[in-house]
């Protein structure tokens, strides 16, 4: 395979991984980054696509911006199952982290210290929606699903707030 047809292809994959971690992000906003990674690979597979028929490279550019589409589709339903995730299991974290508190006398200091608990909001290529802190005197975790922010601690339940930017 000529070399132009396997940057090609990279081009390609970087369109459909880039719209998929852009995506991620819980603001539900289109950031800088997220329309330079857009354009670049948009112009790289117009440039990579075949010299002799421009056709051909308009075709390429245009399927780059469709894969950066379907993988900024995709990434959505994952960031919407994983905020689900942690808003389902939200009580299921606070008495995980309260077992703990029980166990060793302190509140873990990073989510990894859970044993055998599984933190919800798994994605693959960003970690959990779902933040903790452990504070002086207890913790905290929240998420965001746009600008609705999600918090509880070791005294109060998940709680929502809408915050504007």
Do not use: N
């Amino acid at each position: 395979m000529p070399m132009r047809q396997v940057l090609l292809v990279l081009v390609l994959a970087a369109a459909l991984l880039g719209g998929f971690f852009f995506r991620g992000e819980a603001d539900h906003t289109v950031s800088a980054p997220t329309v330079i990674v857009l354009s670049v690979c948009v112009l790289a597979a117009d440039l990579l696509g075949s010299p002799k028929s421009r056709t051909a490279r308009m075709a390429a550019a245009l399927i780059a911006g469709v894969l950066f589409a379907a993988g900024w589709y995709l990434g959505g339903r994952e960031l919407d199952a994983a905020i689900d995730d942690c808003a389902h299991r939200s009580e299921e974290v606070r008495a995980a982290l309260a077992e703990h508190q029980r166990r060793t006398g302190s509140f873990p200091a990073s989510p990894d210290e859970l044993v055998g608990f599984e933190w919800p909001g798994d994605r693959l290529l960003r970690g959990s929606p779902l933040q903790y802190l452990r504070t002086d005197d207890g913790y905290a975790i929240w998420y965001r699903d746009g600008q609705l922010h999600f918090t509880a601690t070791h005294e109060h339940e998940l709680s929502v707030e809408r915050r504007y930017e």
